[in-house]
């Protein structure tokens, strides 16, 4: 099976023009996680940034928002071969802060091949920081831009392509409701209440509901900086639920540690399955490390990056292989045993902001009812990753 998506002459536009802007925004910080610092970038990124005065009681700012991500994927397994291009994501919106206090934010998706050209609300929110210590949102957030190991903001952080297969399968992605944060001295903690629906534009509140929880907790152990971390979901099992997994309960532990430019983490993660669904559990343990920093231009950096996934389900067809891009070779494909190593090196020219990525993986999914490997083989991806 292959597939291939050809970006159009028109996107090739677009991505010049955000990749103007995501290198405009690496103007604003100085770290090499988030770029460095140019005169030229920061004269466009003014231009970005369409009104900014804290001085101004009523409204601070106003500034466009936007994400591309584009890779090239090829799939090489004792199954079949598969190869092919796709815009993984392209988000436009904007951003406004203001009373001091409220944040607002809309992002809309685009159509990869702008066909269709809206398809669909990413996110759409109102932030309210009433103190350093506690927030509440509401409306639909970005489930992984609060919750797990490479929190902050989802898929624009993470040192990988893809997050690991339990995490795909377990965690929500887009939801809406209510969530509230706080944090006090090493603890930190949230909770939230969202509905069981989504659709391309919000909800119809028709399927059911779900509670979110998460506790944090300083605790560097050997590293000079960590913490060891809680999240929780529970899906109240609702037949027509399609913002949750179909799990009732999901919990995952992870910690994360840094010292200097290497960062480690391992994460156990496990859901029960509603329905008959067996249950499933996995450990993932990742490393990355930065290095040659400011080695072609100031601010940027290398980053290499190592991970390994081990994952069981209690029955049979309990794990689904990876969407991205496992089933590109084997549709459907389900096994009970999976595992996992990858390798990455990305360049990061503005820090997270604009980064180039490589990435390859070997997997293997079993089937022990039969003692039929289901899946054995590498996937590569080579791509960009920006946001502004």
Known sequence: MKRSYEPPHVLVTVVFLALLAAVASGAEVSTAAEGGTNSVYTFIADRLALYHNQSNEVIQSFSLKGVYQGQYWVVNAKQGDASGWENRRFYLGAGAEFLHQLDAQV?????????????????AFLKWTPNQSVSLSLGRLDYFSFAGPEQGA??????????GLLVNQLGPTEIVGALLQGKQGRFSGNVGVVSGSTTENFTDFAGGFGLLAGASYDL?????????????????????????????QVISLWHQGQVGPFRAGLQLIGGHGLGGRPAVF???????????EGLLRKGDAFQAVLRYQFALSNGDNGLNLQQRYEQEVVPGGTGDHYE???GGLNYLIYGNRLKLMNGIEY???????????????????TGVRLYF
């Open 107 to 123: 992002m809309v998706k685009l159509g990869g091949t702008f066909d269709p050209v809206y398809d669909g609300l990413h996110t």
């Open 220 to 248: 560097p152990l050997f590293y000079e900086k960590g913490s060891l971390n809680l999240d929780y979901v529970y899906n109240n099992g609702n037949a027509a639920n399609n913002a949750l997994k179909p799990y009732n």
């Open 282 to 292: 996995g450990v993932t343990a990742q490393a990355v490390w930065m290095f040659a």
């Open 340 to 342: 996992a190593i990858y």
């Open 363 to 381: 997997s293997i999914m079993r089937n022990s009812a039969n003692a039929v490997e289901i899946f054995n083989g590498w996937t590569f991806i």
């Open 154 to 163: 989802s898929s624009t952080r993470i040192s990988t392509f893809e997050h």
